[in-house]
């Protein structure tokens, strides 16, 4: 298998490296590559450093898949690029993820729609990925209404520049901001920017992506999504009414023996998960399971995940992984 990652000089490139390497995956020719400035630098791989490559040199190189992570822009213009020579996109960025020509995959739950003839597939956003890798298997037995999320983010979702503002602010030092308000100490309740609705478009990604992930557009969701002071791990508390009632110990049941989740409820012994449990894990966590007194057929949840694994690389490793299984690129 020969492989590029794109932009693998940044937080996301480095981890989808990582997970590579991590699960064996077969690759035979590696190739980083990066924008114009990063050029000529190194990275490691497996032992080996590589020197940094530029987009056409990549393409020319025609890897069997490609998977991005360097923005919308770079996306739109280079995606196509690649699928032209027959590389096969794995595309982190937001940049065709509703496109109806796209599929947008979570291996966990939507893995057999690709074929392949599909050259350029969507990665989800980070908080959508985990929130629908615990819904499918309860949506299957008991089908979901409605989902109601409120997300608590790190920031390492947002890139080096925020996770150097905290550690500035906590060490009193001046530094350049990755968001309108001091991190530290605080949280600030907008993801993205404010669309017409008075959503953010984090928010309006989690309501239109589960959808189409989950290939059920009668599911309702609405969503708050917040930044938090957190390194690494994304933590969300979701609220779910289904059409069908259910058993506590059966959702217990059916989640513990669901791949990619690991289940830690045990409020007698305090055990739940929390950000740290899920560092430099591709599991989903869910804990403080337990019925919503105030409404009939309704479940509360607790979800963790690390974001940049899970939530980023390891996602789209899978669907790579799904790729070479299947024969599909």
């Not at 490296?17 to 400035?37: C, D, G, H, I, Y």
């Not at 982190?92 to 947008?104: E, G, I, V, Y």
């Not at 189409?212 to 002071?229: E, N």
């Amino acid at each position: 298998m020969r492989i590029a990652v794109v932009g693998s000089t940044g937080l996301v490139g480095t981890q989808m490296m990582k997970v590579l390497e991590e699960r064996n995956f077969p690759v035979t020719e590696f190739f980083p590559v990066a924008s114009e400035k990063s050029i000529g630098k190194e990275v490691a791989f497996k032992g080996i450093n590589y020197k940094v490559i530029g987009m056409a040199e990549a393409v020319a190189l025609k890897p069997d898949i490609a998977i991005f992570s360097a923005g919308g822009s770079t996306s739109l213009e280079w995606a196509t690029k690649f699928a032209e020579v027959g590389s096969t996109v794995i595309d982190n960025s937001s940049a065709w993820r509703m496109d109806p020509t796209k599929k947008l995959v979570v291996p966990e739950v939507n893995a057999h729609v690709l074929t392949s003839a599909d050259k350029i597939i969507a990665n989800p956003n980070c908080s959508t990925i985990q929130m629908v890798v615990a819904l499918n298997p309860l949506h299957k037995k008991y089908k979901i209404k409605r989902v109601v999320v409120s997300t608590y983010q790190s920031v390492t979702g947002t890139g080096k520049k925020a996770v150097d503002q905290l550690y500035n602010e906590r060490d009193g030092i001046q530094g350049p901001m990755a968001y309108a308000y001091p991190i530290d100490l605080n949280i600030i309740p907008q993801i993205d920017v404010f669309l017409d609705n008075g959503y953010t478009k984090e928010e309006m990604k989690m309501v239109n992506e589960t959808k189409k992930i989950m290939g059920d557009d009668s599911i309702r969701v609405t969503a708050t999504t917040v930044r938090v002071p957190v390194i690494g791990g994304h933590s969300e508390a979701v609220n779910v009414e289904f059409e069908n009632d259910f058993d506590l110990n059966e959702v217990r049941e059916i989640l513990s023996n669901s791949f990619g989740i690991i289940v830690k409820d045990d409020v007698k012994n305090l055990q739940y998960p929390m950000p740290i449990d899920s560092h430099n894990r591709d599991e989903v966590f869910v804990g403080r399971l337990r019925r919503d007194e105030s409404q009939v057929n309704t479940l509360n949840m607790w979800i963790v995940s690390d974001n940049l694994r899970k939530g980023a690389a390891t996602n789209a490793v899978q669907i790579a992984e799904y790729l070479q299984k299947e024969n599909l690129f």
